[in-house]
């Protein structure tokens, strides 16, 4: 079947639109170019912001000019993750996209469900001429996946709606009301590299299944950059180590799949077998949760340099010691990760070491917690800490009206009650939330599965379900 043959047939039309234009973070020119087109072509006041965020007007229809507006939005930009024997150049080609049952999903890539969906979405909004709904603004905001740079940069004043719909959410019977907030904890250091004296073994650490490192945090899921360093460390218990290069993990909000290191060392098979006994026990403890994990040990060769034992023995100190995972579950919202650190990329290459992490936490005092927490361990190394891209969380208001309407519509409508949460991700309702104080907000959004990694993917059915309740929103919007 298909993509254009199922239902509803406007939004997996204008998705496949969508997933044909190149759209990573940070490069987004394609995509900004595809929205302005697209709300120019329809007649409708477009205008593109000085950071690039698209913003497309459209009155209300016949009879809703006197309810409250509103403002749709969705970000842009896509996380671009793939496996390792796809050949895939996601700043050229468009997503390549199939159906899998009551599945819609990526051949061997994210399939940019997340946040794509509720952007075709809004597109379907705005191009219907049979939906009934008060004034609107559609928002679509840039690089929400890697720095919130749109929403950051979204200015006072450029909105006027009342009520921000954002359909940036991943179970169906959820409505969001609060998220986390979060920021970047970069390490760094140089040192000398040198020639090796030892022999060389390389370690690898693959088929890991990823996820999302907000929503997915508490999974228990493997994280390559921690199993790199349990490899590394129990090494270290036995002989020294020159550390020749690290490679593993990749996007700061994305749970690491996989990575590689090579190192020196004096005796090879000692450190094979030590690292191989570790192995067992790994396996043995994701064996329920990570079936696909793989890791191999074995010689190599290299001509690269390395730095020194100490140097190396500071690395993977710090490695083994750095938080990462649930920090703490919120007191007040039952079985809400409060805060958290996702460890999630380590780059070691002539020298120059790089460790990227992702902290957050809906409470900002223990967000700061966790980053000077990993501030401490790395300065202990010797190493150098920034903070940034700070952006705040959303406090929720589970008494708005919007929150209210929307409880009683899903109700009578699905004969159940939704879920009423706040969810442990960076969505950007917070930072809007901060130029727009008195906006009602809301996030919500069909059922997608595996965001963030290759395992993406979007059940049909529920987005047939979110797009009904989407319009009886629409439709039943209050007063003024």
């Known amino acids: 079947m298909e993509l254009s043959n199922i239902e509803p047939q406007i939004i997996w039309k204008n998705f496949s639109k969508l997933n044909a234009v190149p759209r990573p973070s ?41 309810r409250k507006s509103i403002v749709l939005q969705s970000h842009l930009d896509m ?27 990526a051949k061997g890539t994210t399939l940019g469900a997340d946040n794509g969906l509720g952007v075709a979405t809004i597109m379907s909004v705005l191009e219907s001429s049979d939906i009934p709904h008060p004034a609107l603004e559609a928002l679509f905001t840039i690089d929400e996946e890697t720095g919130m740079t749109g929403a950051l940069g979204l200015k006072p004043g450029q909105l006027t709606g009342q009520i921000l719909l954002n359909l940036d959410t991943e179970e169906d019977d959820e409505i969001d009301i609060g998220c986390a907030g979060g920021v970047d904890v970069t390490i760094t250091q140089t040192y000398t590299a040198e020639a090796s004296k030892g022999q060389i073994v390389r370690l690898e650490v693959k088929g890991l299944q990823g996820g999302h490192s907000g929503m997915d945090i508490h999974k228990g899921f493997g994280n390559a950059n921690v199993i790199l360093g349990r490899l590394l460390y129990i090494g270290l218990q036995t002989q020294n180590i020159e550390l020749i290069s690290i490679d593993s993990g990749g996007l700061r909000n994305a749970i690491p799949r996989e990575g590689a290191a090579l190192v020196s060392v004096r005796n090879a098979q000692e450190f094979i077998d030590s690292a191989t006994a570790l192995k067992k026990d790994i396996l043995e403890e994701f064996a329920a949760v990570e079936p696909g994990l793989q890791i ?3 010689n190599s060769t290299s001509s690269e340099k390395a730095i020194s034992e100490e140097d190396s023995k500071k690395v993977i100190l710090t490695l083994k010691a750095l938080h990462n995972g649930v920090y703490r579950m919120s007191p007040d919202v039952a079985d809400l990760v409060e805060a958290s650190n996702n460890v999630a ?22 967000k ?6 990993l501030k401490s361990v790395a300065e202990l190394a010797g190493m150098n800490v920034e903070f940034s891209g700070s952006y705040p969380g959303w406090k929720p208001k589970p008494g708005s009206e919007i929150v209210q309407l929307m409880e009683k519509l899903y109700t009578e409508k699905f004969s159940e009650k939704p879920h009423v949460v706040a969810c442990h ?20 959004g069909p059922t997608i599965r595996g965001a963030h990694s290759p395992d993406e993917r979007a059940n049909i059915p529920s987005a047939q379900k979110f797009w009904s ?6 439709a039943n919007i209050p007063q003024k």
């Not at 390792?84 to 050229?92: Q, R």
């Not at 309740?469 to 629409?474: A, E, G, H, S, V």
């Open 469 to 474: 309740f989407l319009k009886d929103i629409l």
């Open 368 to 373: 700061y917690s966790v980053a000077e927490q």
């Open 26 to 66: 940070k490069k987004e020119e394609k995509v900004i170019a595809f929205i302005k087109e697209f709300g120019e072509n329809l007649g409708l006041e477009t205008t593109v912001d000085e950071v690039g965020n698209v913003i497309i007007k459209k009155p209300a229809t016949a009879g809703m000019e006197n």
């Open 425 to 444: 991700a960076g969505l950007e309702c917070g930072i809007i939330g901060a130029n727009y104080p008195e906006m009602e907000m809301v996030s919500f």
């Open 296 to 298: 191999n040990i074995e």
């Open 345 to 366: 990329r380590v780059e070691l290459k002539g020298g120059e070491l790089k460790i990227l992490n992702l902290t957050r936490s809906s409470v900002d005092s223990s």
């Open 79 to 105: 996380v671009c993750q793939k496996n390792n024997d796809v050949n895939f150049d996601f700043e050229t080609e468009g997503i390549k996209m199939e159906i899998d049952g009551d599945w819609v999903k």
